[in-house]
């Protein structure tokens, strides 16, 4: 598995538009597709399931806070454009989540990741931030049956965005590490 300070592989995917353009529900997403920004991919396992879509709407619902710190949020699983935009279009509340799904059915980008599940070969419940030279700065991997904490994930890209050392549980806007006070 990929980790921290490697480098996100290229990828040139069919995604599904996020809510906000009526219409164009297809379209092709790349690693170059967001220049100059962080980006948040997080992978679910499968589409029409029970603990995604508690994720999908959670990271949905913080997406302007993401946005308000130059993330990219981009959801992914190894199901298609197709499923994507059924699944979708099956509920109210992911007719609204205001970010692209990848569709990484070929398993291109979570192979290349080294995130596939050893027995279904879906997508693990991966977690990635990656800075805007294509850095991956954390990872997070869950089982399948736990879904993940946007809250964390934001807190932890603040942390890296700081340029400073962040003790435990430190939030923004909070002290951070001072070396030479410390080492005094």
Not at 85 to 92: D, I, K, Q
Not at 117 to 133: H, I, M, N, Q, S
Not at 141 to 149: A, C, E, H
């Given at each position: 598995m990929l980790t921290v300070g490697d480098r996100l592989p290229?990828?040139?995917?069919?995604?599904?538009?996020?809510?906000?353009?009526?219409?164009?529900?297809?379209?092709?997403?790349?690693?170059r597709s967001f220049p100059g920004k962080w980006l948040l991919i997080f992978f679910w396992p499968k589409d029409f399931t029970f603990v995604c879509p508690t994720e999908i709407i959670g990271f949905g619902a913080m997406a302007d806070e993401f946005a308000a710190r130059n993330c990219q949020i981009?959801?992914?699983?190894?199901?298609?454009?197709?499923?994507?935009?059924?699944?979708?279009?099956?509920?109210?509340?992911?007719?609204?989540?205001?970010?692209p799904w990848l569709a990484d059915n070929k398993k291109e980008l979570a192979g290349a990741l080294g995130i596939l599940?050893?027995?279904?070969?879906?997508?693990?419940?991966?977690?990635?931030?990656?800075?805007?030279?294509g850095i991956i700065r954390m990872v997070q991997?869950?089982?399948?049956?736990?879904?993940?904490?946007p809250q964390e994930v934001l807190r932890i890209l603040d942390a890296l965005q700081s340029g400073e050392l962040c003790p435990c549980n430190w939030h923004k806007g909070e002290a951070t590490i001072d070396v030479a006070e410390e080492a005094a």
């Open positions: 290229a990828f040139d995917l069919k995604a599904i538009s996020d809510s906000s353009i009526p219409g164009d529900d297809f379209h092709r997403l790349t690693d981009l959801g992914a699983s190894t199901d298609t454009d197709f499923v994507h935009l059924a699944w979708r279009n099956s509920r109210e509340d992911l007719a609204t989540v205001p970010y599940e050893r027995e279904e070969g879906v997508a693990l419940r991966a977690t990635f931030l990656v800075d805007p030279d991997v869950n089982d399948l049956s736990v879904g993940r904490n």
